[in-house]
């Protein structure tokens, strides 16, 4: 094989051959891939606030100056020494060969091979294109036709793909005039990502108070429209149907030249507005003077895009175990690397600045809005976050304090989850434990508003732009299915009016549509533009038999009973309790939790041993820092090959704080994790112990097990 590569290699290219071959290849395999994949999901630019000349610049450098650059280079080694020329030319060219190869294996059957085999296949077809460039005049002949590849690739991003809108959009913006607010309240309106009603509810559908105190609160004064739905599955389709009344077209993008008609236009020639938009641009700056999507500095800005290319590129040609390893791409629209962390809990790659959307401290930003709110003083107000919580990753408690955690979650299955049902209701918990922190961020909201004075007079909207799935078996997490309704479309919607004293639960079937009517009636407005839905304060709201959500798999109708969000939030209930995220045990074992290990009546140890992961963490511990060790993680060794799952209780400092069971089990070891509540531990050191529980009922005990 050697001599044949040797031989093939004696033949010689002309210098543009050489710079043709690198260019195209590059193109293929490289540029067009990106280019074609970021031009269709325009929505990754729109989070960042690109501008356009940013897209341009991207563009220009993968598809025309990274290609003529090693090609270039090449040609200078080559003008150096000949023959390393020739071997470094034979090297990227069977590189870039190889990884376009991969990404076509990637779309056969071949996919399911193991990656081992996609990788020698892939660098195979790679080194065999290399040679027909050096030995085929006619492949070669192919290959200069080829070199028109970066204009093309160029010309259809900028001008043929969705991302073309943002480049060439208008930024002429009629505002609006004449329009009279008859009641010009106050106005606060949150949106929360990703959050479904169920983590709220009973399987009665009856709110948690004692583990959700804050939306409690809301809702003694507010109408709380518990069979309320979203029309979208995904955010940059849902927000405008919130601020615009009306459904959202697939080929519009978020932004203000798209939908001109929204809520902040609306209000923009009567209302002072604060707005923070997370993943959209529907407020022009006629009406958010102070942007509601600030922009980063050139270099910080050309930091994260760079490195988000580079995580892109990866999930473009990694086979699925390598894909695995990498940052995720499917929990934000930009910044990925900072949704990873690794063994040290430090971020992946953080751009150190806040920004709404893409900033890895997801708390700052409502931290920020709280800060600002304050009473009307010229005219009334209009205050707008989307926030981007509880949305994956999850990885807040409900103080607002972060775990040490690794990424993926035991459980997930690319973008869905496995059929382990135990370590998808852990994953389920740490969902549950962010929705906590969203009660906290709802306590802060009313706590600042009443501290201004404004809580009673103010409009105050509370609401979910869509759910999301946290089940066994499921392909993807958020994608709207007749079985999957009761997670994705049933969102939380609290409407306080302005002097609103009394709550009151209305179940209605209401819709994300009705929203921004809602808002219209109550601020005594008469709308300039028709909309889908209907005011909910009307007396003649329309009876609705059916509702549809819009979603990847396309529009999915149901019923308005609201049934099924009660089936999965019973089935919460049996796994979890009442008692909130920290009841979850395996069956059977939650009369464990909070005994006092002294009390306990040990057998024998059994024959394991357990190690922690960094177990130095509860040496010296503070119990108000940032980050806390409350995920416990390790493995259980044992003498003999285990005969199944086992289940491990855990304590801190003397007392039984959770029970897990263990997963990943192979004939002598076997992996665990639990999340504790923060409130366990103790400033300083902090004991663990761990228990092997067996038997059920009145005949289960416990074993300790030594930590090595």
Known sequence: ?????????????????????????????????????????????????????????????????????????????????????????????????????????????????????????????????????????????????????????????????????????????????????????????????????????????????????????????????????????????????????????????????????????????????RAVEAVTELCPEFACENRSRPQLPFGQRWRSLISDLAIVYGHLIAPSGIRAGLPPIDQSWSNFGAGASDADGEDFDVIARFNAAVDADRRIPYQEFIDNLAPPVDEPTLDFIHVMVPHIPWQYVSTGQRFFSTSPIPGSATTGWGGDEWLVNQAQQRMLLQVQYVDTLVGRLIDRLKEIGTYDDALIVVAADHGVIVRPDIVHRRVALEDTVGEIAAIPLFVKLPNQQDGTVDDYRAETLDILPTLIDALGIASPWETQGSSLLAADRPVRTESQITGAEG????????????????????????????????????????LSVDELQLETPPDIEATLERPERYLSV?????????????????????????????????????????YDTTARTSSFYAMIPPETLVEGTNEVSLFLVEGMDEAQTLRRIPIS
């Not at 416990?632 to 209780?649: H, M, R, T």
């Open 1 to 273: 094989m050697g001599r044949v590569v040797i031989a093939v290699m004696r033949q010689r290219l002309t210098r543009p051959e050489v710079a043709i071959s690198i260019v195209v290849l590059f193109v293929f395999a490289v540029a067009q891939p990106l280019l074609g994949l970021l031009g269709r999901n325009a929505e990754f630019f729109l989070a960042r606030a690109s501008p356009a000349l940013d897209l341009v610049l991207m563009a220009l450098i993968l598809a025309l100056v990274v290609p003529l650059a090693i090609g270039l280079v090449l040609l200078g080694i080559r003008e150096l020494h000949e023959p390393t020329g020739r071997v470094i030319h034979w090297v990227v060219s069977s590189l870039l060969a190889a990884m376009l190869s991969i990404q076509v294996i990637k779309r056969t059957p071949l996919r399911t091979s193991d990656d081992s085999i996609q990788i020698a296949l892939a660098i195979v077809l790679g080194t065999i294109i290399t040679a027909a460039i050096y030995r085929s005049q006619g492949f070669r002949s192919v290959m200069k036709i080829g070199a028109i590849a970066p204009v093309l690739a160029l010309g259809l991003f900028v001008f043929f793909s969705p991302a073309s809108q943002l480049i060439f959009r208008s930024a002429s913006i009629s505002e609006p005039t004449g329009i009279t607010v008859g009641n010009p309240a106050p106005v606060v309106f949150v949106i929360f990502d990703e959050m479904p009603l169920l983590s709220l509810i009973d399987g009665e559908g009856n709110l948690e108070d004692e583990v959700y105190p804050n939306f409690a609160r809301l809702a003694a004064d507010a109408t709380w429209y518990r069979n309320a739905v979203t029309v979208q599955q995904q955010s940059v389709e849902s927000i405008p149907v919130i601020l615009t009344g009306n459904d959202a077209p697939s080929d519009r993008l978020p932004m203000a030249s798209d939908y001109p008609g929204n809520l902040f236009t609306l209000l923009s020639d009567n209302y002072e507005i």
């Open 622 to 662: 503070d119990p108000s820092a940032d980050r806390l060790p409350l995920l416990v993680s390790g493995k259980l060794v044992a003498g003999a090959p285990f005969p199944g799952e086992s289940v491990v209780a855990i304590g801190i400092n003397g007392n039984i704080v959770a029970v897990t069971r263990t």
């Open 555 to 594: 529009v999915v109708t149901f019923g308005t009973d609201g049934s099924e969000k009660l089936v999965i939030a019973a089935r919460k209930i049996e796994a979890f309790g009442t008692d909130g995220p920290f009841g979850l045990t395996p069956p059977g074992r939650r009369d464990l939790l909070g």
